[in-house]
């Protein structure tokens, strides 16, 4: 094709990536040529790259529809550092920054024009933007276009107008999360033309996927996840504003370094946490759902839900923000009860009734995908239409023999039994306490020392009842007869099989005490030795020349090009611009000092050179 020379230079050039991963190069080809697009890419997929290398390609300036300003921000940084010319037209421009994109507009200068959906559809904006010359529209988080999706926005409905208004420039629509269904409606709500649509597979390999019932003490659990990446960058999301006020606090008396972050906060007070944990200042975000679709950093070691999501998209799409630069990550997940209830009320309160059983019916394959015993990535994949192939992932908490299946059929009947004789008037705790044989006044108060259940569970310790009943409640056995804040257990009709002893019932129980390891040299044990005393000047120097240009570290290079160069040690432009993610505008602007910095650690260890 016309441009196929031009596009393998510039890859190389510009992005400093020497081949396509896959399907960009057929996304890539398609946009050039003027075709409509619409791609379901993993997070870390590389999507950005199907619309940017074409708008550097094309005449005229591409027109990226981006949902937040503050990821509109982390785009064009990252467009610009690449050495693209990228702006952002929003309500925190300048005038007379607004004056400089109109003039960079009217020379055909600029390959990037970030807008927001409310802005772009305002009918003057509109009609300003077609006195200009444009090469086509991207779509970035296409997924909020559809109210099956797991982040509707009702201003992107608007954006079906792009197609009316200018229809001899095509449509990229991009997304990282979205079922078939929600695929469906993306294309109809936007109104693409015979597009070119990709599907590509959601796994995420580089990512650890672990599921535990939260204990009693959630922090503990929360924090030994932490220690396995001391000083490395991870996101905390919690289902309420107290829990992550409460964990934050007390993560902090742990002494890290950790901001919170939900909608109660002021604007500034979250900006400032944003900031600090992009620009490494701090080291944990401890955050509501409220966080998350606005953060482009790619080297989130670990992500850990301290409570129950609400669906698999969500779950999917948080998880996702770990490991963006490839290397491997942590996803941590503890459920309890509660958040169950909360998430099932808020869903049988929805008014329309196709929405409501959307909700529950999202919500019965989050619950199913935690209290499953088999592979988690091949749950997760099918939920998404996609099926893994060969027999397990090597990558999930049951796949590495961390837990394992157990019959507790008897124990399970010792609950419900428990659940019938106290009229399902008492929560988790309680019933707890009656099958170990505790000995408290609310028991005593109520009798149930006098109970046939009272201590028939001593075998095992109150942490096991409270997670086998968590169980039950996921799977319908047993029901909350209380509210979400003061639940209370009954069993339910389906649980009288079980109770007859004509089914039998399962649950997963940790099957080592030893915490998971880290595996990134496990990960890839061809590469060279990599030098920690020069991947740690490596962190530091990045991070003073990011200081000095006003963006987060990651921007100058991720670390996954830090780790590389720690490896292959470059001494020269030619070894530099094998590192990946290195073009000749990083080469001229960063090469010099990241070069320096190896001849001087060789000279002091000499033993270390290639």
Known sequence: MEFASEMERTLAEVFGFHSFRLHQRELVEAVLSGRDVFAVMPTGGGKSLCYQLPARLLPGAAVVVSPLIALMKDQVDNARATGLDARAFNSVSSPAERAEIR??????????????????????????????????????????????????????????????????????????????????????????????????????????????????????????????????????????????????????????????????????????????????????????????????????????????????????????????????????????????????????????????????????????????DGCRRRALLAYFGEKLPGKDCGGCDVCRGEVERFEATVPAQMALSAMVRTGGRFGAGHLADILVGADSAKIRDHGHHQLPTYGVGRAYDRQFWRDLMAALLARGLAWNSGDERYPTLAAAPRARPLLRGEEKFYVLRTAVKERVRRRQEEAAPDRPPLSEELLAAFKALRRSLAEAAGVPPYVVFSDRSLREMAQIKPESPDQFLRVTGVGLHKLEKFGQAFMALVSAHLEAHPDQRP
């Open 103 to 372: 003039r960079a507009l009217s020379l055909e200068r600029l390959d990037l024009l970030y807008v927001s959906p409310e802005r772009l559809l305002r009918p003057d904006f509109l009609e300003e933007l077609a006195g200009y010359r444009l090469s086509f529209f991207a779509i970035d988080e296409a997924h909020c276009v559809s109210e099956w999706g797991h982040d509707f926005r009702p201003d992107y409905l608007g954006l079906s107008v792009l197609a009316e208004r200018f229809p001899d420039k095509s449509l990229a629509a991009f997304t990282a999360t979205a079922t078939r269904r929600v695929a469906e409606d993306i294309g109809a709500r936007l109104g693409l033309r015979s597009p070119l649509t990709i599907r590509a597979s959601f796994n995420r390999p580089n990512l650890h996927y672990q599921v535990r019932p939260r204990s009693k003490n959630p922090e503990k659990q929360i924090m030994e996840i932490i220690e396995l990446y001391p000083g490395e960058s991870g996101l905390v999301y919690r289902a309420t504003r107290k829990k992550v006020e409460e964990t934050a606090a007390g993560l902090a008396r742990r002494g890290l370094s950790v901001r919170p972050y939900h909608a109660g906060m002021g604007d500034e007070d979250r900006r400032a946490a944003q900031d600090d944990f992009q620009r490494d200042r701090c080291q944990v975000i401890v955050a509501t759902v409220a966080f998350g679709m606005g953060i482009d950093k790619s080297n989130v070691r670990f992500v850990i839900h301290g409570d129950l999501p609400k669906n698999l998209e969500s779950y999917y799409q948080e998880t996702g923000r770990a490991g963006r630069d490839g290397e491997p990550a942590h996803c941590a997940l503890f459920y309890g009860p509660q958040e169950m209830v909360l998430w099932r009320r808020f869903a049988e309160e929805l008014a329309e009734d196709q929405l409501r059983r959307a909700a529950l019916e999202q919500l019965r394959h989050m619950i199913d995908f935690v209290q499953r």
